[in-house]
């Protein structure tokens, strides 16, 4: 029953979408759009380089170079729910999910169409490219976004375990690494659980509150 009423009370409204539209424009204004504008330059880079220099990537080097996309999109993406306008935006009459999900789209948007761009690109040049990696890239992703929504420093926390959590992954064993080679045993049960991570970050992110903003 609690979570009908939950789910009624985060329904779009007629006045709660005008209310959304109103926000997006201060929202893109007050959003730090500089992040992410360098980790799509570094992510299209890695993506368009190789083939504009002639370069033949193998199989795992195309994979390695879109894991690099993955992890600058998702550093710039680390930034984006970082709000120097809450004390004005939390006395509006919408949850701190909407004011959220207004800041997010847009730039869920421009993520997932470079990531769709190199991964394109890479496949042009590059045979047997797996569809799947794409669960590595919105895991990491997520899971940025999941940090910088529960901490009081944003951003200025979630970059630095994504990078951690790279480092730590150069590192581990190859039975639980969690990018492993492409081809590998490893592969499907990797990336199944890559959609689970996925989807726990996605609810995690959605159920945070005001208090990273207090």
Do not use: C, K, Y
């Not at 360098?38 to 080097?61: I, K």
């Not at 550093?75 to 701190?96: H, I, K, M, N, R």
Request: hydrophobic letters at 60%; glycine letters at 8%.
């Amino acid at each position: 029953m609690l979570l009908a009423e939950r789910l009624a009370a985060d329904r779009p409204r007629p006045g709660r979408t005008r209310m959304a539209l109103a926000l997006l424009r201060p929202s893109l204004r007050a959003m730090r759009l500089a992040p992410l504008a360098g980790g799509v330059v570094v992510a299209l880079a890695l993506a368009v380089l190789p083939n504009a220099v002639g370069l033949t990537l193998s199989l795992p080097q195309a994979v390695l170079f879109l894991r690099g996309t993955a992890v600058a999109l998702a550093l710039g993406l680390a930034f984006v729910l970082d709000d120097p306008a809450t004390a004005t935006t939390e006395v509006l009459p919408v949850s701190a999910r909407l004011r959220r999900l207004v800041r997010l789209a847009p730039v869920l948007v421009v993520a997932g169409a470079v990531w769709e761009i190199s991964w394109l690109t890479m496949r042009q040049s590059t045979a047997g490219l797996p569809a799947d990696l794409g669960w590595e890239g919105a895991g990491i992703a997520a899971l940025t976004l999941a940090i910088a929504a529960w901490t009081s420093v944003g951003g200025v926390a979630a970059a630095p375990a994504l990078l951690l959590l790279v480092l730590a992954a150069a590192f581990a064993p190859d039975a639980v690494a969690p990018f492993p080679a492409p081809r590998s045993p490893q592969w499907g049960e990797t990336h199944v659980v890559w959609a689970v991570v996925t989807a726990l970050a996605v609810i995690a992110l959605g159920a945070a509150g005001d208090e990273r903003n207090g």
